[in-house]
């Protein structure tokens, strides 16, 4: 297994840190996560030869990236996890530039942020297409059954005022309504765009929220700042707060399933063997029961209930 050089990767990590500063501090609370190799460094343990596991902003991704390091780890291979890197505008450029290694990634999205003007919903489709979009030496390896979509989700008293059962009924009444989303959600094809291009939906107006559908988002939703929130398919609070998730007829989201992307020159043949035995036992239904566990009541943090899930699996 290759690795950039150690001063190569220490450049590209200052350059990361100081020319993406101020979107990381928006996407992070402030905090650069690309700084602990400086930490690891300062300590005197040197990590560098380690697989390096990033992840988005938002918790299930955290989870899942360190579910791949556990697993990485528990088949003797070093790893280590950088989490809440940002957006895909953020963490692809960390991989192209060896800041991290390898993030868990959901296909449909992946696809749409490598090639803006595709139309394919199909779960294999975008697999077969993502093998010859991605930029030169990033490849993604077997997606798994688990899959987590946004959706336009609403309060059970807005569903019942507009009888809202899917985008098309919202479609009808978008005018009046605010939508609640990342900031992104506003340049994304799949976000205002789309809905726009398929639905005919133009909301009154656009809040910009940046915890990715989390607890904020939530929030908004149910104090009526906003009526209508992008929110991701496994999230707890759904259930927790009886909130209705609308139906996509015109799959404005396509498949996204989970997925490993990694640098293909940093991950050996013995890691991706690892990776996809992850994806091999991943499930919707372990989503929602990690995202519980992590944003529920329990609380618990991202490490704790990977390794649960690890053991539970077999792989820890």
């Known amino acids: 297994m290759q690795h950039p050089r150690p001063n190569a990767r220490r450049k590209a990590l200052a350059v990361l840190a100081g020319g993406m500063a101020l979107a990381l501090a928006g996407c992070s609370g402030g905090g ?29 991704s955290s989870t899942i990236a360190e579910i791949y390091a556990g697993a990485l780890n528990a088949a003797g291979i070093e790893a280590e996890t950088r989490l809440g890197i940002g957006s ?9 530039d060896g800041s991290i290694d390898l ?20 779960a294999g489709e975008i697999v077969d297409s993502l093998e010859e979009k991605l930029p030169e030496n990033l490849v993604v390896l077997e997606p798994s059954d688990a899959e987590d979509k946004d959706a336009m989700v609403v309060t059970a008293a807005t569903a019942e005022k507009y009888q809202l059962e ?23 094809t799949q976000g205002l765009a789309g809905l726009k291009e398929k639905y005919g939906c133009e909301f009154k107006k656009f809040t910009a929220i940046g915890d990715s559908g989390g607890p ?34 015109k799959q404005n989201w396509p498949a996204q399933q989970v997925i490993p992307l990694i640098a293909d020159d ?51």
């Open 166 to 188: 899917s985008i098309e009924d919202l479609a009808k009444v978008c005018g009046e309504l605010t939508l609640g989303a990342p900031a992104e959600f506003a340049e994304r």
């Open 103 to 122: 993030i868990p990634e959901y296909t449909g999205a992946l696809l749409v942020h490598t090639d803006p003007e595709t139309d394919l919903v199909d």
């Open 266 to 316: 940093r991950v050996s043949d013995e890691a991706r063997d690892v990776l996809n035995e992850v994806s091999a036992q991943l499930t919707t239904e372990d989503l929602i029961a990690l995202n519980q566990a992590v944003s529920g009541d329990q609380k618990l943090d991202p490490a704790d209930a990977a390794q649960d899930w690890l053991e539970e699996k077999g792989l820890a």
């Open 32 to 60: 650069d996560p690309l700084e602990n190799e400086t930490t690891a460094e300062a300590s005197g343990s040197s990590t560098e030869q380690a697989l390096v596991v990033g992840s988005a902003d938002f918790p299930e």
């Open 88 to 96: 895909r505008e953020v963490y692809i450029p960390a991989l192209e």
């Open 216 to 249: 904020l988002t939530v929030d908004a939703l149910l104090n009526d700042d906003v009526q209508v929130a992008d929110i991701y398919t496994t999230t707890p609070a759904i259930e927790e707060n009886g909130l209705v998730v609308l139906e996509d007829p």
